[in-house]
């Protein structure tokens, strides 16, 4: 069973950590057959914390599962702490493979998607 993991910061603001439960169910919807579900995590402030996230997607049967960094830039968090953190999951889960994919400032496609957000700004010209 296929997991999607989609990782955000975490924030005191509960409506931001919000945001990010609501984004990982429209990804629910979008995945199809490629996993089986789509859970999130957070790197700190709020919960469900990277580790206890994996746990989770173990608990739900998940034999791989694919971390997703929401972040923009290859910070510290991005190179370091996200990586030590699903390692502590790993350790705790170690029948199951995690596989930690491009942060996403990384993707090409974020450009296009930044232009056509001005353009949708500027009312769709």
């Given at each position: 069973m296929k997991a999607l993991l989609l990782v955000a910061h975490g924030s005191r603001k509960e409506s931001s950590n919000q945001e990010v439960a609501q984004l990982?169910?429209?990804?629910?919807?979008?995945?199809?057959?490629?996993?089986?579900?789509?859970?999130?995590?957070?790197?700190?402030?709020a919960e469900p914390s990277i580790p206890d996230a994996i746990d989770n997607c173990c608990q739900q049967g998940a034999t791989?599962?694919?971390?997703?960094?929401?972040?923009l830039s290859?910070?510290?968090?991005v190179t370091e702490d996200i990586p030590e953190e699903v390692e502590i999951g790993q350790k705790n889960n170690p029948n199951v493979e995690i596989t930690v994919s491009s942060y996403l400032g990384a993707q090409d496609e974020i450009a296009a998607l930044l232009v056509e957000a001005a353009v949708y700004a500027q009312g769709g010209r």
């Open positions: 990982s169910s429209q990804m629910q919807r979008l995945v199809n057959e490629k996993f089986d579900f789509v859970k999130h995590g957070f790197l700190e402030l791989h599962i694919t971390v997703v960094p929401y972040f290859a910070g510290r968090h």
